[in-house]
Structures are given as structure tokens and as C-alpha cells.
């Protein structure tokens, strides 16, 4: 494993393409209604990205067709978008955003409701933002992985919530993806976090039981009960002074 802590130089750059990313979810929070494609909300990311001179990073890894991931109810995270898809009342969708500028990823996940939710849905949106910042909250010089990864464990356990086990948060910097992998819930994890990691902290978590399946579209991941999931993720920066957030507005 190797962890590329990065320069104030770096983060600095991380901050721009993470205010891009924070531009995407602040037009997706008005622009997701009952009615709207999921291709016309990747159309909207997808312009705001390019107008802010950036590249949609998700665009074409590995082949996958979006600018965005959006994925409705049951569907976890790496849903396409589509023309055939409409958002419907009481539909929940996450929507991940990755926007690359100057070398540098910024990568964030949040799941809007559509309309009117139920009480469960509810409950399943405001407990995983929870267990978001209940992890997040252990970015700090000399904190522990682990602590992360248990803080949100302990939150989905509060509420009762199912953890997806095959996907979890990541190192990210000039990929998206780099070491460490950080799972959601606790496995003895040694590593301690240092001044100038920077990782998206994302928890997937489901109504119903742990278990997901890939559709075979060979992207989109479900629930295998068909229960809703909900998926809200931050790119963070370790400082000596605690977790600094860096896919937000400037
Ligand atoms: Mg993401
Ligand atoms: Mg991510």
C-alpha cells in the first residue's frame, strides 16, 4: 500500500476540483423533482463541470458512460443515467459526482429525496449523513482508520441499517481511487492517519440487509432484498486540527 499524503500546494488544488464537485450537488438539489431524467440531471453536471474547467472524472472509467452516477432506491451506487429513467414522488436518488481539474479529483456523494419520502426513507437519509460525519469527525493527525470505519458502524447499528460490505471509501488525489481502501464498519485496521491524507469517506447503507448484486447492465449495484440504500460521501483532509472538508463551496 502506498498513501500519497499531499502538499498545502496539492490541497489547494484539491480544494478547486472539490468546489466543483459542491457547484454539481448544489444545482442536482434543485434540479431533482418528480418528472426529471436521469439523463437530464447528468446533462446539468455535466456542463457545470466543463464551464468550471474541469473534467467529468467518472466520464469514461472504465468505460462507464456518465458524467454522474445516479442511482434510485434499491440501486446502491454506479447507477447510469438515462433518457428511460424518471424520477418519481417518493423516490430517493444518490447522486455521486467526480470532477477532475488540474490534475486533481474531487469526489462526492449525496442522496436527495424526490417529493415526499416515507418515514423509513427519512430515517435511512438523516442516519447515513449521520454516520458521514461521525467518521469523518476521526480525520485527524494520529486518529486511526479504524475509528472512522467504527464511528460509522456504531451509527448504522443505532438505526438498525444494513452496511454494504463490497464497496466502501478511498484514498483520492491525482486518481480517484488510491490507497487506503477504508471500509465501513470495523476490521482491525492498524493504519494511522497522518497530516495531508486526503479520502473520501463514504457510507453505503440499506434499509434491509448488508447484501448487494451488479445488474446486468454490469454497473449498477442493488440491494439484493430490494430494500432503498443511501450513499453520502466527502473528499476530507487530515489536518493536526481535525477533518477539513474539501468538496465544498469556496
Ligand atoms: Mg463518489
Ligand atoms: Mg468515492
Redesign the pocket.
Known amino acids: 500500500m502506498s498513501i500519497h499524503r499531499k502538499s498545502k500546494f496539492e490541497v489547494n488544488l484539491m480544494k478547486q476540483a472539490g468546489n466543483v464537485v459542491a457547484l454539481v450537488h448544489a444545482a442536482m438539489k434543485d434540479a431533482v423533482k418528480e418528472g426529471v431524467t436521469t439523463k437530464e440531471l447528468d446533462e446539468i453536471a455535466y456542463k457545470i463541470i466543463k464551464a468550471n474547467k474541469a473534467d467529468p472524472t467518472f466520464l469514461g472509467y472504465h468505460g462507464f458512460p456518465g458524467s454522474i452516477c445516479t442511482s434510485i432506491n434499491e440501486a446502491v451506487v454506479h447507477g447510469i443515467p438515462s433518457n428511460d429513467v424518471v424520477l418519481k414522488d417518493g423516490d430517493i436518488i444518490s447522486i ?1 459526482v ?1 470532477a477532475t481539474l488540474r490534475g486533481f479529483v474531487g ?3 449525496w442522496t436527495y429525496p424526490v417529493g415526499n419520502i416515507s418515514d423509513e426513507k427519512k430515517k435511512l437519509l438523516m442516519a447515513t449523513e449521520k454516520s458521514l460525519f461521525a467518521g469523518l469527525e476521526h480525520m485527524k493527525t494520529n486518529d486511526k482508520l479504524e475509528n472512522v470505519a467504527g464511528a460509522i458502524e456504531d451509527v448504522a447499528k443505532e438505526y438498525n441499517l444494513g452496511i454494504v460490505r463490497q464497496y466502501g471509501g478511498h484514498g483520492v488525489g491525482r486518481e480517484m481511487h488510491e490507497d487506503p481502501f477504508v471500509f465501513n464498519y470495523r476490521t482491525n485496521n492498524t493504519l494511522t492517519l497522518l497530516k495531508g491524507m486526503t479520502i ?1 469517506i ?1 457510507p453505503m447503507l440499506n434499509l434491509g440487509g448488508d447484501d448487494v448484486i451488479v445488474l446486468d447492465d454490469e454497473w449498477t449495484v442493488v440491494t439484493k432484498d430490494k430494500k432503498p440504500s443511501a450513499h453520502f ?1 466527502h473528499t476530507v483532509h487530515v489536518t493536526d486540527d481535525g477533518p477539513e472538508i474539501l468538496t465544498k463551496l469556496l
Do not use: L, M, R, V
Open positions: 455521486d467526480g469526489d462526492s456523494a473520501a463514504e460521501e
